[in-house]
């Protein structure tokens, strides 16, 4: 999971002040997913698994990146490197050694305004990784908790290989009482967030190609 996207700059539910989701947000319907990216139609999945199906908030979206898929996929994968390319990112460590691999775990935070819901606060994320295909797919779960603030969340990222780059899409749900109980600024919380995480990916993976090749 990611737990809860950012919301002013990447993906833990709350980066941004929770107040902007609150204003842009109160003419969603319930469950709908927002920004340039959305997609409808089925779920993105890794390993036959895919987001939480109950979920009421949900996002999914996507992005072309201009740089070799192996470059987009270390970015994404070197979990610990997070803080240097993601400004949301404050902390990330591993809770296991070698490779990201299935049954891999992390724990990472990210700081949380004070919102109408709940006070400021830093968010601390414990994901942990249920399927992985490398080069391919990664799918994890797991908590993001703060003061007054609990939501259960899934993550899946698919990677695909194009001519020119690779297409990056990614889905994500978010359960929890916070959540559920305003699910349409929820909704464009984690839609920002998602959006701002593929945008730094997106610079970090071309920035690093571009290095490469000059």
């Known amino acids: 999971m990611s737990g809860i996207r950012s919301t002013g700059r990447r993906a833990a539910l709350c980066t941004v002040p929770l107040v902007v989701g609150l204003l842009g947000a109160a003419a ?9 990216g959305s997609r409808p139609g089925a779920s993105l999945t890794c390993g036959g698994k895919g987001v939480d199906p109950d979920a009421l908030v949900r996002h999914r979206t996507e992005t072309m990146i201009h740089a070799p898929l192996g470059v987009v996929w270390k970015l994404q994968t070197d979990v610990e490197r997070w803080p240097a390319w993601q400004p949301p990112v404050t902390t990330a460590d591993r ?3 070698g490779p990201l ?34 080069d391919s797919c990664i799918r994890w779960t797991g908590p993001a908790i703060g003061a007054g603030l609990h939501i259960d969340g899934v993550h899946v990222w ?9 297409l990056v899409r990614t889905e994500e749900t978010h359960t929890g009482p916070q959540v559920d109980a305003n699910v349409p600024a929820a909704t464009e919380i984690l839609a920002q967030g998602l959006e701002s995480w593929l945008r730094d990916l997106k610079s970090a993976a071309e920035a690093r190609a571009h290095g490469l090749s000059s």
Do not use: C, M, Y
Request: aromatic share 6%; hydrophobic share 35%; glycine share 10%.
């Open 28 to 36: 969603l319907p319930a469950g709908a997913a927002t920004g340039p």
């Open 95 to 97: 809770l296991d050694d």
């Open 101 to 134: 691999r299935r049954g891999s775990a992390f724990r990472w935070t990210t700081p949380v305004p004070p919102n109408p819901s709940t006070p400021a606060t830093s968010l601390v994320i414990t994901s942990t990784v249920e399927q992985l295909k490398r």
């Open 158 to 166: 698919n990677f695909v290989k194009v001519r020119g780059g690779v």
